[in-house]
């Protein structure tokens, strides 16, 4: 992919890392490094959430036998590791100190507070659960998600009404991968365009557009070798006509994933005719033509 030479490159969402998350790899200084050298402008870590509970857990963290406890110190431990970073850093490139969300029952105050209690920069609001279970993990988690719904239109109506209770308690200054969904299902474009789903859509959308919040355009399904980024194409284009601003996230879990499709998304971002002047998660609601990032 070739690189737009007048565009800079940003993520709003990565620098998962091995030290700090189970399914990620490499330390986070290591990551961070590998933005610098890449050239970016800015970047936002956003680490998992640590569970409030044991019952929050995923399954690979109960296997390592890791407590919801060990986590949460973990978790204070990426916070101070990356503040670090964002000092060391200062003046190269900006980096944001941030989180990415869950959302189950229970969690919104808890989300709250660890945003409160480490002056979190941003959060990221993902949905990786329908009705309590999560359906990202494994594609057996996805098949047990679409049995308990009961069908596909389901599925997609149930993460698309949970994503729009999260927007609504958290309004999150970046929505993580927005149609996340689709992920092991292949028929998915024609699942995007049914009619319950596409109200839902457009239900959400809306919301993201009269709060100005951000969408990752996240290109974590690249690397695993999916056709297109989240959101796919039409999604996409919806979201640029309601004039939703998009940043793109690799979502790295590792050095080998920083900057993976980043580029591919800036292109797709500029053929649809968008500016890619990137609004930063803080600079909220400021439109790009005025803030100069
Ligand atoms: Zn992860
Ligand atoms: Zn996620």
Not at 162 to 183: E, N, S, T, Y
Not at 200 to 207: P, V
Request: negative net charge; glycine residues 8%; contains cysteine.
């Amino acid at each position: 992919m070739k690189r737009n030479a007048d565009i800079v490159r940003v993520s709003a969402h990565g620098g998962h890392s091995g030290q700090f998350c189970l399914h990620a790899r490499d330390d986070l200084e290591q990551i961070v490094a590998a933005y610098a050298a890449a050239g970016f402008r800015w970047i936002g870590l956003t680490e998992h959430m640590p569970p409030m509970t044991d019952a929050g857990r995923y399954p690979d963290e109960v296997e390592a036998g890791l407590s919801a406890a060990q986590m949460q110190r973990r978790f204070a431990d990426y916070v101070a590791t990356a503040r670090q970073l964002q000092q060391h850093y200062a003046g190269r490139m900006t980096i944001y100190v941030a989180m990415e969300g869950e959302f189950y029952a229970g969690v919104i105050p808890w989300i709250r507070r660890l945003r409160r209690e480490y002056a979190l920069d941003y959060i990221v609001g993902s949905v990786h659960h329908v009705h309590e279970c999560c359906f990202d993990f494994s594609r057996a988690d996805y098949a047990r998600a679409l049995e308990l719904c009961g069908g596909y239109a389901e599925l997609y109506c149930a993460y698309f009404d949970a994503q729009f209770a999260m927007l609504h308690h958290l309004q999150p200054a970046v929505v993580g991968h927005f149609d996340l969904i689709r992920l092991y299902d292949d028929a998915y474009p024609a699942h995007l365009l049914l009619p319950e789903v596409q109200q839902r859509i457009e239900r959400n959308l809306a919301f993201i557009a009269a709060n100005g919040l951000l969408l990752d355009f996240n290109t974590r399904a690249l690397f695993k070798g999916a056709a297109e980024p989240y959101l796919s194409a039409p999604l996409l284009r919806r979201a640029l006509d309601m004039g939703i601003d998009l940043v793109p996230g690799d979502d790295s879990h590792g050095v080998d994933s920083v900057a993976a499709g980043i580029d591919s998304a800036i292109a797709i971002l500029k053929d649809n005719g968008y500016h890619c002047q990137w609004r930063t998660p803080c600079d909220s609601n400021v439109t790009p033509a005025t803030n100069g990032v």
